[in-house]
């Protein structure tokens, strides 16, 4: 199990490297979104996709809570990250394809690699796992997959990101959901918490629902996803 989960991994890592050097589509059009938005709001971006997409669209200018830097890698800095917090930032969720665990300094910590190679190579981690309380534990990895991603969550940066989505979900004063299938319901938890702490805040929701243009009620009523289940409550 253990061999085919680095297995797995080497390959999401590769993979999404692929696409990210070589993008399908244009990022200018991402690039200007982001500078829209800055000129009447603060973006905080809270992605589960492991590209890096965002950062090249933004120039990589968002604060990351990654700022201490050791060779080769770039540590978290749980601080910064609730200091720094009136600037736009980009928070992975579930991880990036940049992130990986060092050969020395805070071995077990996750830590950002700007070379995405460097950090498929520290993908996967030769040490123990997380014990959990039930006696099994949790093999580590940089980024998150799977089913199970309660247990991983826990794990810095991970908890901090989540913490932080938590109270910026309360605050914001716009809402955008791009591209979630809503299936992890931790973070549908979240965004429930938004709308009924402040029911007047806009949340947007924006999703793919076929290939032809369509009325969205219309194609609801039709045949519900779990996604669309998901959306109304």
């Known amino acids: 199990l253990w061999a085919a989960c680095s297995k797995m991994l080497d390959f999401i890592y590769t993979k999404v490297s692929e696409?990210?050097?070589?993008?399908?589509?244009?990022?200018?059009?991402?690039?200007?979104?982001?500078d829209a938005l800055e000129q009447q709001y603060i973006p905080?971006?809270?992605t589960t996709n492991y590209d890096d997409f965002v950062s090249q669209a933004t120039q990589e200018r968002y604060f990351t809570g990654f700022t201490e830097k050791h060779g080769d890698h770039v540590d978290f800095d749980g601080q910064a990250f609730w200091s720094e917090w009136q600037q736009p930032s980009l928070f992975h969720l579930h991880g990036s394809i940049h992130m990986g665990f060092?050969?020395?300094?805070?071995?077990?910590?996750?830590?950002?690699?700007?070379?995405?190679?460097?950090?498929?190579?520290?993908?996967?981690?030769?040490?123990?796992?997380?014990?959990?309380?039930d006696g099994t534990?949790?093999?580590?990895?940089?980024?998150?997959?799977?089913?199970?991603?309660?247990?991983?969550?826990?794990?810095?940066?991970?908890?901090?990101?989540?913490?932080?989505?938590?109270?910026?979900?309360?605050?914001?004063?716009?809402?955008?959901?791009?591209?979630?299938?809503?299936?992890d319901l931790h973070l549908n938890t979240y965004l429930k918490a938004a709308r009924r702490a402040r029911p007047d805040v806009p949340i947007l929701?924006?999703?793919?629902?076929?290939?032809?243009?369509?009325?969205?009620?219309?194609?609801?009523?039709?045949?519900?996803e779990e996604r669309d289940i998901a959306l109304f409550h």
């Open 44 to 46: 905080r971006v809270y």
């Open 102 to 133: 060092p050969d020395e300094h805070r071995i077990g910590d996750i830590a950002w690699f700007d070379d995405r190679a460097t950090a498929r190579k520290h993908s996967g981690f030769t040490g123990s796992g997380v014990e959990r309380m």
């Open 137 to 183: 534990s949790i093999q580590r990895s940089a980024i998150i997959t799977g089913l199970d991603k309660l247990g991983r969550l826990q794990q810095s940066p991970y908890s901090f990101y989540y913490a932080g989505l938590n109270r910026d979900a309360l605050e914001a004063d716009l809402i955008l959901v791009l591209g979630s299938g809503l299936a």
């Open 19 to 34: 696409v990210c050097d070589r993008p399908t589509k244009p990022l200018a059009p991402l690039s200007a979104f982001f």
């Open 205 to 224: 929701y924006v999703g793919y629902w076929g290939a032809e243009p369509v009325d969205f009620y219309s194609t609801i009523h039709l045949e519900l």
